[in-house]
């Protein structure tokens, strides 16, 4: 009888509709919460790139200065308020030939908006190998061959290429072994820029 009494009142459909609104509203609260969990500056990576993975904390590079193809001299630390981009190469290593192409064509697109590259190879013949490579693929962008004053920083390496990309204050920011892609790196290129 009072199972009746309260299926049949007006009170049983109130509180099936509180109920109701009550489910429904939080519901919609979980929603934001979803959204506010994802991070927020996560890059979407090129799935036909390595990964310009982000470093884990702020760390400077160390300082060198070395002699380009050209006969001009490049310093690490003059290139503070640009973006730069280190890729550590050999003529010898098909994936640095992959990627070639995509560097020449970000350099040229980058060159003139606070973005120096380097190209440091590690080729133990020197220019007489490092030259021809440069002319085959229209390399635009400073190359130098390390003595090992670089290695001596920056090495032991995982394998090459090996890629940094540095931020206006010096800073290392993100880092790839393998050949990256245009996609891959102009993202990052993008953000550190707007920086």
Sequence with gaps: MIRQLLFDSPFYFLLLAFSLVLISCSSENK???KESAQIEDELPHDPYSAPLNAATQESKLADFETELLNGESFQLSNQKGKVVLLNIWA???PPCEEET???VELY???QDKDVEFLGISIDEQGESVVQPFV??????YPITIDDGTIMDKYGPLMGVPTTYLIDKEGNLRYFATGAVTKK???LRLEKLLEE
């Excluded at 002319?135 to 635009?140: A, C, S």
Aim: proline content about 10%; some cysteine.
């Design 108 to 110: 040229e697109k980058y």
């Design 31 to 33: 929603k934001p919460e």
């Design 91 to 93: 003529t010898w290593c």
């Design 184 to 186: 891959e790196i102009e």
């Design 101 to 103: 192409p995509d560097l």
């Design 135 to 140: 002319e085959k693929y229209d390399v635009n």
